[in-house]
């Protein structure tokens, strides 16, 4: 069990935010240095911050899977030099080839490297409703990339996933086996969460949060997202959980953090619309009890509009 005092440092609050820290590894493209998380599972942390420069665009977690027989990665990352900076990293750690990528969602930071991982010959497994939100705005997303990240953005090209899935795609590898899922609705088309059951690891994707704001974005559903947690996510009881962004935590930190904050988000909307509140109103309900959280300045007035939007109607 030596992977106990690691996992006890990292089960954490908020403490963790790194949105005021440019750069974590000065000498990688990478935001951070990937570390073991529990053997066999390496991640190297994003920025909890939005993309920037100085963070290079690495505001998520690029994680992979050391199987015995090859290497599962899970996210293309947000750009070729990211990927092919991580993959550098994986050539630290093991001699093991990388056999697959996984991406978590359709957004860039998780796709726009995949033009390195294909430029090697590897697989890239994608849910199908990631990879057609992809494809709709992967241009745009290259655009963005090349403003921000300047030089760190070179080489990096779009490539579609190779694969696709609908619910859930087993792998087995060495002597691990690995569970794509796409357990139902949440905060993005597709998301996606890896789940090793031998283990009790789920790399969940943007599923869930901790250490940031959950962003809901024009077309979340809210209470999908609520149900999905409650009827798939939740059930699976994972001991470790990977968020798509911040450090490994726990069930009870990100369900603290995700299901909690969109409860309470709701039932202040649903208040605010019973008292004959407007939209312009809406954007004021108190989260204050969220205030904590990375990303707070930018997104809850943000989110506090989509959710009046998606509940006026209900």
Known sequence: MRFLPLMACLISTAAFASEDIPDQY???????????IIPHVFAAIGATAPPTYENAGHNNNLSFIVTGDGVVVVNGGASWKLAEALHAEIRAVT????????????QGHAMLGNSYWAA????ILAHEEAAAEFKETADRALISLRNYARENAEGTTIALPTETFTDKKIITMGEVTVEVLHLGPAHSPGDTQVWIPAWSMMI??????????PPIFEGTCTSCWIDTWETKFAPLNPTYVLPGHGHPTNLA???RFTHDYLIDLREK????????????GAYYVDQERW??????E??????AGVVFSEMEFE
Do not use: C, M, W
């Open 120 to 123: 090697q010959g590897v697989p």
């Open 253 to 255: 930190q990100v369900t």
């Open 26 to 36: 000065p000498q990688s493209v990478l935001y951070s240095k990937p570390v073991e």
């Open 298 to 303: 930018e997104l809850a007035t943000k989110n």
């Open 291 to 296: 205030k904590g959280l990375d990303t707070f």
């Open 95 to 106: 001699d093991q080839p990388v056999k697959l990528v996984v991406d978590e969602n359709g």
């Open 204 to 213: 969940a994707g943007d599923i869930a949060f901790h250490e940031r704001l």
């Open 269 to 280: 909307i649903a208040a605010h619309i019973d008292a004959g509140g407007d939209l312009a």
